[in-house]
Structures are given as C-alpha cells and as structure tokens.
C-alpha cells in the first residue's frame, strides 16, 4: 500500500497559516465534502515548487508506514494574474512538531521521552532507508505529533533517493544538523541522517540546535568551518545516562562507515530503557538539563549545487545576502538557497 491511502480532498477551503519555512506556508484546511481536517502547503515561487514535487515524487512512491506523515495527494491553481499555486495534502497532526511540542513544555524534554520519540524517529527512517530514501533534513521541526503520542517524519521536500544523490550534484538540509562529508559536499547516505539523528537528540535534550555555542556568538563561517575541518562533536548534553552517551557517540562518529544505521540502533541499550507509553505526567516533566536557555535559531535550510574550490559552497550559504545567518533582533536563522 502506497503512502496516498487518505482521499484526495476534491473541494477545499484554506485556513489559517499554522507554519511556513522555505518552500512557502502551511495552512490548515477542510475537506467541504467530508468536514474532515487536513493540511495543505502550497508555494508559489519556482524553487517552493521544485521542493514540493520533490516530496510528492518521494512519497507518492513509497510504501505506507506509520511513522511517515500521510501524504493525501496534490493540487495546483492558477490566478488570472498567471500566477501558479501548487499545494500537498497531508493529515493533519494536532501536536505539531516535536520543536512545538518541546517550546511549550519548558524548552527541553527529559531522557524518557527523549527515548521514545528517538526510537519512532528511527523506526521512522528504517523504514526510508530498507526503500533506497535519505531523509536529508531530520531535526525537531521535522517531526510530528499526534494528540495520542504519534511520532511520524515530515518533510520530504529534500529527500534523495540513495541512487540519486551523488548523481546530480543536488544536496540539501539545515546546516548545523548536516554531516561533516555532506559539508565538505562528499555526496551522502544514509549515515547523513543518522549523524543529523544525534543532532535532534541534542536538540530534545538542550533545548538548542547543536553546536549552540557558536551560534550564539553569531559567528557563521565559524559554525560551518569547526564542522567541516574539525575533528569534534557538538557538545553531549550534561546529565544524560551513560547509555545516552554511548547511544550520541555512535550517531555522532566523523567517519560516516563507523555509524551505526538505524536498524542496530533500534537494538542499543538506550532505546530499550524504561519503555513506556506517553502519558500526561510524562508529558508535563520536561526539564530535566543544567543548560542555558537559547533561542530558537535552528531553521536555516540549504539547498545546495556543486561549486568549485574546496569551500566555496559555504561561502555562499552564509554570505549570498547581506544578512544571511541571524538577523539583528531576530530568532530566526534565515533561509538561503543556491540554485
């Protein structure tokens, strides 16, 4: 069963905005015929497009699983201005993302949690990896959940088939989430979203994007540079478990054949503590880390072509605009694309 197993919805109307990021927004809508809830993201601009038929290429494609969002099909619209809106539907999950989810529950999400929403995440991209898919852009904002404890992957407007990414030179994602070789622009595998798996860990845990410090200091070359020519780790949460730990260090290994892939890590020893079913004690006991509170920089997203020179690509991330890494004032890391 392919992942379109919800009706298509033929007569819609379009809600409030409940998010957008580089390819456009996401509205909330209804199904006119059924009252039905679902939500719809549309862009009109040439790359929005480009990364929605992306998705919808990917996912009209892949086989149903329950820890995939479930992709309702496709819509485009033309304004008597010649102006095009191409839209995806998917269902419509109430938690919103884990990003959301974290934010209104104290910023961070103690180690329990932390092991279950890991352990869907996972399940979520074996199930990419076993069909030949690299997620390419896992991170807090890119999973979802539901009012019942549902945890399902989204976004898919940079995923790659594996025989295709190191064809056509085409890679993206959010750069401090990304893989040391996917920076140096090595080309990717599956090993790219594990390393942006322990990244998210970090992320539920601290409340901040990895390698928070230097974004801090607003210092994007420097952020960029310490991934690619250094040989560290974005810094482990303080008061994890050793098995947390251990669990961080083989997401997070430089050298992409050294990491596990999502199938052993299903069996680590983190992922089989204290298994347990959400509940609203659980949900309401979130901070649990000596860390500073930061602010949500997290949602630059690169799409990126290859360049010559060593680092040039980089260059062009942080400098094509005048204000391309945090804006003075701003919580938001900016969005930049390279076409």
Known sequence: MVQKSLSQPTEWLK?????????GTVHLA???????????????SEPGIKSLKNEADILEKLNYSPHIIKYMGKDVAFAKNGETRFSLFFEYMAGGSLSDVAQKFGGKLNEKLIRLYTREILRGLKHLHSNGIVHSDVKCKNVLLGSSGEVKL????????LRECNVNGSMGGTPL????EVLRNEGFGFAADIWSLGCTVIEMATGRPPWGGDVEDNNPMGVMMRIVKGNG??????GFSDEGL????????????YRWTSERLLDHPFLKMGRMVVSP???????????????????????????????VFLEKWCFKEKKVFLEEGSDEWITVRSR
């Open 154 to 161: 989204a976004d898919f407007g940079c995923a790659k088939r």
């Open 281 to 311: 004690t659980s949900v309401l006991d979130v901070a649990s880390y000596e860390e500073s509170d930061g602010d949500d920089d997290s949602d630059l997203v690169c799409d990126y072509e290859k360049f010559g020179g060593e680092f």
């Open 233 to 238: 780790v974005p810094e482990f949460p303080r």
């Open 15 to 23: 809600g409030s905005v409940i998010g957008s990021g580089s390819f």
């Open 30 to 44: 209804i199904d006119s015929s059924t009252g039905a809830l679902f939500v719809a993201k549309s862009a009109k």
């Open 246 to 257: 251990d669990f961080l260090s083989r997401c997070l290994e430089r050298d992409p054949g």
């Open 177 to 180: 989430w990304m893989a040391p």
